[in-house]
């Protein structure tokens, strides 16, 4: 498991499913990647999104998934989409109204509907 450049915090997005992972810092990725039934869960497709929009696929490997960054980046809008369906999975109500100004703080909302 390599971080490289990953900032955080940032969005586990599993294939096929609208609820999103939250993954606080860089030692909650650690912990999360350590967890063998994390990684022996992972699909192709999966994905994680940082704090900066980049995206990384995540693929099973030995001592935990690994990151291979894509080019592909999301924009402020295709990340509140994501946290939008995430929130209408939780059962909130109004999620047309979710709104952030940064793609950190559309990634902060994910912690905050979840708990």
């Known amino acids: 498991m390599t971080t490289g450049g990953t900032r955080f915090p940032a969005l586990v997005q599993y294939q096929h499913d609208d609820e999103l992972g939250f993954v606080a810092s860089k030692a909650d990725w650690a912990r999360m990647c350590a967890a063998d039934e ?10 994680l999104i940082d704090s900066a ?3 990384y696929r995540l693929l099973p490997g030995k001592g935990g998934p690994r990151m291979d960054a894509c080019a592909q980046a999301l924009t402020l809008n295709e990340v509140l989409v994501l946290v939008r369906n995430h929130a209408s ?13 940064s793609i950190d703080e559309a990634i902060h909302l994910v912690a905050y509907l979840t708990d």
């Open 38 to 47: 994390f990684n022996a869960s992972l699909q192709p497709g999966d994905r």
């Open 53 to 55: 929009g980049q995206v």
């Open 89 to 101: 999975v939780q059962g909130n109500c109004c999620v047309a109204k979710l709104g952030a100004r």
